[in-house]
C-alpha cells in the first residue's frame, strides 16, 4: 500500500524526468 508521501515523491521524480528530457530534446527553449 502506497502512502501518500510516496506518491508525492513519485510524481515529482516523474515531472522532474519528463523537464529533463523536453530541455534536452529542446536546448533552444531553455
Known amino acids: 500500500m502506497m502512502t501518500l508521501d510516496l506518491w508525492l515523491a513519485a510524481l515529482i521524480a516523474c515531472g522532474l524526468l519528463i ?10 527553449r531553455f
Open 19 to 28: 523537464y529533463l528530457v523536453v530541455v534536452l530534446i529542446r536546448p533552444e
